[in-house]
């Protein structure tokens, strides 16, 4: 398995579980269920664990393909730009959920107003996912550039 292998099997985790912790915290939020909005703030550190091997991961993978047939420099540049961003967020969106954890966990007045704070900046966090997962998917799936007409299937 070369760093590219590794990054692609990595770099999900950190796009996909704030997505489902989101999820899980709306129904938190619907249901009134401090248990459930902790299993949340959880998912949240834990996908803020997860972005940092995803991450680094992303210069070895981009050293494997670079030089590859088809391989923009400035589709890499424009995923580093947005990685980069996302990863900041999802780093502040982790830190803030463990703060929430902890506040939850120990009763304080605060847990409520910081769960709030989650959910707001997860929101943000999974549209910058989004860019930066369709970004590095771009790099080698011509058929996903925006712009980019996928010929029709003929039957063969």
């Not at 990595?10 to 709306?26: C, G, M, R, S, Y």
């Not at 550190?45 to 993978?61: D, H, K, R, S, W």
């Not at 120990?106 to 929101?123: E, F, H, Q, R």
Request: hydrophobic fraction near 50%; proline fraction near 3%; aromatic fraction near 6%.
């Amino acid at each position: 398995m070369n760093e590219a292998h590794l990054h692609l099997v990595l770099n999900h985790f950190p796009i996909i579980i704030p997505i489902v912790a989101l999820i899980v915290l709306i129904i938190g939020f619907g249901t009134k269920s401090a248990v459930i909005k902790r299993v949340a703030l959880g998912l949240f550190v834990l996908g803020g664990i997860l972005t940092f091997p995803a991450a680094f991961t992303g210069e070895g993978a981009e050293e494997v393909v670079e030089d590859l047939a088809g391989v923009s420099h400035t589709l890499i540049h424009e995923h580093e730009e947005r990685a980069e961003t996302f990863i900041l967020a999802s780093y502040i969106l982790g830190a803030i959920s463990l703060l929430g954890l902890w506040a939850n966990y120990k009763g304080k007045k605060i847990a409520g107003g910081v769960t709030i704070v989650v959910l707001l900046l997860s929101v943000v966090v999974v549209i910058l996912g989004k860019g930066a997962g369709t970004s590095g998917g771009e790099i080698r799936h011509e058929e996903i550039r925006q712009g980019t007409a996928v010929p029709a299937y003929d039957g063969d």
